[in-house]
Structures are given as structure tokens and as C-alpha cells.
């Protein structure tokens, strides 16, 4: 069966620290990757996904950044966060846009 | 272009009671169309989704949606609410040629002894 490990599941940043979130999908090949955020009360905003590996799609311009090293690994990244980068940042693996998402659990970012 | 738009952001029902959580679409094709369920702090959970076949859709926990094209609707329902359906619910909608999927906002379920 297929799994999505996501981690850390909280973490606390200062501002201007670098940020590193890690996502990994088991039990399938090929899978789109995708990143959301989840500002507190409010709807998924897509921030990037992939169709393949060092095929990333930006969605929204900002200071973040998202590499996919491997077939099932996606990885969110930032040189300097922001105050504004705090929220609850989701992974999630696809076999296509209409197949539907299988999301991790979860990262809460804080960013103090 | 596609857009989706949950009708209610809170709804509060007794336990036991029905429960209706609305959606409507927009799309410029055939559309597939999804309920996810997010418990606090969790990641989302995929309820159910319409993809061209039965317009009445049967999903985990007893809940289930109907796709009605005339109205561009896919309301998601419940006979009885249970205390650990209260969640946040998404309606979401998508198609291979748009590229990508689209959010509604969320509606928060509360459920009331």
C-alpha cells in the first residue's frame, strides 16, 4: 500500500533561519508531488508541485523553494523565513489530477 | 477556468441529526470533484469523489454526495451526525487539462450533544 511520511510535524523557526521540510512517498512510482499551505482558518493555497523528478511548478511567488532530488521525495526549502511563513504545511502525492490527493499529516511552522 | 464555492463556512447540527454541507462548481469541462475531511492538526482525508460514474456518490463514515450538473452542486450528506464527524470539510474540484485542482474554503462542522 501506499504511504506519505511527512516531518517535522511542529516546528518553531526564528526569523531569517533557513527552513528544510522533507516529504517521501512509499509504494508507488512516478507520483505527483504537491505542497500547500494552510494559513490559520483559511483554505489550501498549492505552493508547488512536480510531475517528475526536477520538474517543479511555483505557484505563488514568495521566498520559498521546492526541490524533488528523487522519484519519491519532495522537499520545501527556504533561505530566510519570513514572519509570514508561518502556517500548516501540507505534502501530498497523486497519480493525476483527477485520481484525487493522499496528504501527509502535516507540518506546523511557527515562525517567532 | 474552474472555481468551487462552499456555501456555508459553520454549520452546527445535534448529534444524531442530518447533516448537509454544500458545494457548488464551476468548470469549463467534465469535472472530477472531491470531499476531504481535516481533523485538527491533521492532514486532509479523502471522503469520497465524482468522477463521471454514479451521480450519487458513497464515501467512508457514512457520508455521500450526489453530482447534479443542472444545479453544478455536489452537496455532501449524512443521516446522523456522529461527535467525531465535527471537522473541517473541503470541497474540491479538478480536471486533467486545468492542471491543477482547486480548494473551496472550508466549512467547519460542529457537533452538538
Known amino acids: 500500500s501506499q504511504t506519505i511520511h511527512q516531518w517535522p510535524a511542529t516546528l518553531v523557526q526564528p526569523v531569517g533561519s533557513p527552513l528544510s521540510l522533507e516529504c517521501t512517498v512509499e509504494?508507488?512510482?512516478?507520483?505527483?508531488l504537491y505542497w500547500y499551505r494552510q494559513a490559520a482558518g483559511r483554505g489550501l493555497q498549492l505552493l508547488f508541485y512536480s510531475v517528475g523528478i526536477g520538474q517543479i511548478s511555483s505557484e505563488v511567488p514568495q521566498n520559498l523553494s521546492a526541490s524533488r532530488p528523487q522519484d519519491r521525495q519532495f522537499i520545501l526549502s527556504s533561505k530566510k523565513l519570513l514572519l509570514s511563513d508561518s502556517g500548516f504545511y501540507l505534502c501530498a502525492w497523486s497519480l493525476g489530477h483527477g485520481y484525487g490527493y493522499t496528504f501527509g499529516s502535516g507540518t506546523r511552522l511557527t515562525v517567532v | 477556468a474552474q472555481s468551487v464555492t462552499q456555501l456555508d463556512s459553520h454549520v452546527s447540527v445535534s448529534e444524531g441529526t442530518p447533516v448537509l454541507l454544500r458545494c457548488n462548481y464551476s468548470?469549463?469541462?467534465?469535472?472530477?470533484l472531491f470531499w476531504y475531511v481535516q481533523h485538527p492538526n491533521k492532514g486532509l482525508q479523502l471522503l469520497l469523489k465524482?468522477?463521471?460514474?454514479?451521480?450519487l456518490v458513497k464515501g467512508i463514515n457514512g457520508f455521500e454526495a450526489e453530482f447534479k450538473k443542472s444545479e453544478t452542486s455536489f452537496h455532501l450528506t449524512k443521516p446522523s451526525a456522529h461527535m467525531s464527524d465535527a471537522a473541517e470539510y473541503f470541497c474540491?474540484?479538478?480536471?486533467?487539462?486545468?492542471?491543477?485542482?482547486?480548494f473551496g474554503d472550508g466549512t467547519t462542522l460542529t457537533v452538538k450533544p
Open positions: 474540491v474540484v479538478t480536471h486533467t487539462n486545468a492542471g491543477k485542482s482547486t
Open positions: 468548470s469549463s469541462y467534465s469535472p472530477s
Open positions: 509504494g508507488t512510482s512516478n507520483p505527483n
Open positions: 465524482y468522477t463521471s460514474a454514479a451521480t
